[in-house]
């Protein structure tokens, strides 16, 4: 099975309601979506948002990595060959982690079809359904209580409710979310930098004090202050997730030794793909850190890849998948199965994709 062509188009979906962060206001996923044609006729699909305020990645950068540099390098090259094409990838170009995933995430899309098999039995097999949670976009405090009761009514056990804009208002942003759901449901909160480190232990020991009962704090202060970061997680009882803070294996490798943080989420979006979230994975494993996979605003293409990781590996004990369901529309055929919290892996070879709708293709 070798590669003959790799093909650019662009998808657009409208979110159900405005997802909004510390970081940016999103009212649709406008991602790029890559192609890999072969010599048998399979085809294999990747994906990649450009989500500019994390990866630095934008439409054009994610085109041009792919276009100008990775795929004259992959042409030509057998997918049985999946080592060496990973590194290939990696030095076509410097950073540009967003189209690298893209790419990463088709070959392992093919890789699975030639060997007949689905990639979360090929990497390990360890489970077929898993459970994410929903984000709470940040709002006044009612409005995000709204959306948490919804939620909880649509099924969801746990929600990932974001805090850190206008941080006057966090505390009571949670005490309204508790006080309308109760505490039957755990709450994840998501700060995406907005905090700074002593601000963070101060709001986050008031969180204890109250009893808001917060399962952990993803991000609380800017991506570069790993000792800021290092600084909340030794004053803090609630644990820290590192999230902006880790792109690489080596990322990872330093925040674990050196204690920054307690869990890390993992982003295909943010490691370049599968291949090096799995370094990450094994890392975690020999220090017994947990990790939580992640996504961007991404659909159905790459969240499959990432639910097929969490699929494989038992060190993932966190999902926080809820992409798809976020948008208001499904626009491919095929893929993991979501219905709202639960994700279900199907045992199509490769990621199982049959068909993407209303691409645009450059
Ligand atoms: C979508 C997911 N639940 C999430 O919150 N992801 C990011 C932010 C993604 C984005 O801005 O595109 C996160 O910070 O965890
Ligand atoms: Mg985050």
Known sequence: MKITDIKIGFISVPLKTPFKTALRTVEAV???????ETDTGHVGYGEAPPTGV??????????????????KNLI??????????????DRSIVKNNSAKAAVDIAIYDLYGQLYHAPIYKLLGGYRKEITTDITISVNDPEE???DSIDAVNRGYKTL?????????LDIQRIKAIREAIGYDIDIRIDANQGWK????????????DIGFNIEFIEQPVA????????LVTDHTN??????????????????IQTRAADLINIKLMKTGGIYNALKICSIAEMYGIECMIGCMLESKVSVTAAAHLAGAKSIITKIDLDGPVLCKEDPITGGAIFDEYKITLTDEPGFGFKNIDKIKWK
């Open 223 to 230: 991506a570069h202050d790993i000792e800021g970061l290092k």
């Open 238 to 255: 609630i644990p820290v997730l590192a999230d902006e803070s880790v792109f690489s294996p080596k990322d990872a490798m330093h925040i």
């Open 160 to 168: 990932k409710i974001k805090v850190g804009k206008n941080t006057a």
């Open 144 to 146: 995000m209580a709204r």
């Open 197 to 208: 480190p002593k601000e963070a232990i101060q709001i986050l020991r008031k969180m204890e």
């Open 76 to 89: 030509g090259r057998e997918i049985e060959e999946m080592e060496e094409m990973m590194k290939v990838i």
């Open 54 to 71: 994390i990866t630095g990645d934008t439409t054009g950068a994610i085109v041009g990595a792919i276009e100008d540099h990775i795929k």
């Open 30 to 36: 406008n991602d790029i979506i890559v192609k890999i």
